[in-house]
């Protein structure tokens, strides 16, 4: 497996958690589970974003990995 495609199943599964808080913090009754599910989904956000950006240097550095 390629670093690339490796980062980019990363990537999948962050986003996976990323909704998985999202949902959490939409239905938890909890108001301070609320915030701690918004505050770890927010830094997800922030990875996920760092992730992108990493994804498309390596697709630039080696465009034999674009489009996995």
Do not use: C, W
Not at 37 to 60: C, P, S, Y
């Amino acid at each position: 497996m390629t670093v690339a495609s490796q980062v980019k199943q990363t990537l999948a599964s962050l986003e996976s958690i990323h909704a998985g808080l999202q949902n959490l913090a939409l239905t938890s009754a909890n108001e301070e589970a609320q915030k701690v599910f918004h505050e770890t989904m927010l830094a997800a956000e922030e990875i996920i974003h760092d992730l992108t950006n990493r994804i498309g240097k390596l697709e630039f550095e080696e465009p034999e990995y674009k489009g996995f």
